[in-house]
């Protein structure tokens, strides 16, 4: 089974902090995302990787980045840690074949920014 | 940008019921669609796809509906059950890129 894993399922994390919320997949999938999950919004997707050291914004990068030194990991990095990015954050990975789309997601993240 | 949509936040639904859950999207040039049941405290899970060639496929206990005319996706649960209690989310996407996603609709079971 694939299995993605986040580093942590709750975060408390004060206002200027800089977070890391790390995600691991370990099916050798070629692509990577992570979202924010927010009540009315649904999953938004923040930035993706379709390869190691590669990087996409997705809907919403502002306050965000991303690192991927390695094909399993993915990073999401808050660098200045804001109360409005107090939210549920997923991440997700894919093969990366043609016509294969099906995301398969980690437990999630509950951040907190106090 | 183009947006995938549920046209109910909440359905509540008897246990033993089949339940239909519905979604509309608006691209039209999106040719694979995915329902996702997400448990409290859960990450999202894959329960059923379905290509923008087929207008139908079912798995155990679960259908999906595609209609491209109207660009309306629907799940169908049978037999619903206690356990089938979650937030239900469509998805719409075509490429590598990632999925877009409607907001979800709560499923309720009553008793």
């Known amino acids: 089974d694939v299995k993605v894993t986040q580093s942590s399922r709750y975060l408390v994390k004060r206002t200027g902090e800089k977070v890391f919320l790390e995600c691991v997949q370990d099916m050798d999938h070629e692509n990577m995302f992570w979202y924010r999950q927010d009540p009315g919004l649904g999953l938004r997707l923040i930035y993706f990787?379709?390869?190691?050291?590669?990087?996409e914004k997705g809907d919403i990068p502002e306050g965000y980045s991303v690192s991927r030194e390695k094909k399993e990991r993915f990073s999401l990095i808050l660098e200045s840690a804001s109360t409005n990015q107090t939210s549920m954050y997923l991440c997700?990975?894919?093969?990366?074949?043609?016509?294969?789309?099906?995301?398969?997601f980690g437990p999630g993240t509950r951040l907190t920014v106090t | 940008g183009e947006s995938v949509g549920l046209h109910l936040p909440t359905l509540s639904v008897q246990e033993g019921d089949n339940s239909i859950i519905n979604c509309a999207y608006s691209?039209?040039?999106?040719?694979?669609f995915i329902w996702y049941k997400q448990e409290s405290g859960k990450g999202p899970q894959f329960i059923i796809d379905i290509r923008s060639n087929m207008d139908k496929r079912q798995g155990q206990r679960v259908t999906v509906l595609l209609n491209k005319t109207v660009k309306h996706l629907s799940l169908q649960i049978a037999a619903t059950q206690p356990g089938d209690s979650a937030v239900y989310f469509c998805a719409e996407g075509g490429g590598a890129d990632g999925l877009t996603f409607g907001k979800g609709t709560h499923l309720i079971i009553q008793p």
């Open positions: 997700a990975s894919i093969p990366g074949l043609a016509g294969s789309y099906e995301q398969y």
């Open positions: 691209n039209s040039a999106s040719d694979y």
């Open positions: 990787s379709y390869d190691v050291k590669m990087k």
